[in-house]
């Protein structure tokens, strides 16, 4: 069973970046499908982006396209999620999610190992 650790939300201006991880341990990554949700206060939980076991296939929400990237360190056991040119709608807890399988999904409800999440928020 894989225990999931996310870090490296925090305040950041319109038009910046961060860089979010979730590390893993427990088992490895690559043993997974991987991918990162968000919830923003009052709403439901929203996929973001998904990445394949073999991590050759991404999936990326349309309204990130172009400005967010999954990838994945197999030698650091850690899932990233780097976001360029935020926006405030972007406001979010950030949550990592494992699934067993090797596809990515957009469906939360098939992912059954997530972690605790990590906040970001982006002002005007």
């Known amino acids: 069973q894989v225990q999931l650790v996310e870090s490296g939300g925090g305040l950041v201006q319109a038009g910046g970046s961060l860089r979010l991880s979730c590390a893993a341990s427990?088992?490895?990554?690559?043993?997974?499908?991987m991918a990162w949700f968000r919830q923003a206060p009052g709403k439901g939980r929203e996929f973001v982006a998904g990445l394949t076991r073999s991590g050759s296939s991404t999936d990326i929400a349309d309204s990130v396209k172009g400005r967010f990237t999954i990838s994945r360190d197999n030698a650091k056991n850690t899932l990233y999620l780097q976001m360029n040119n935020l926006k405030p709608e972007d406001t979010a807890v950030y949550l990592c999610?494992?699934?067993?399988?090797?596809?990515?999904?957009?469906?939360?409800?098939?992912?059954?190992?997530w972690g605790q999440g990590t906040q970001v928020t982006v002002s005007s």
């Open positions: 427990g088992r490895t990554l690559s043993s997974y499908a």
């Open positions: 999610a494992a699934r067993d399988g090797s596809g990515s999904t957009r469906n939360r409800f098939q992912y059954g190992y």
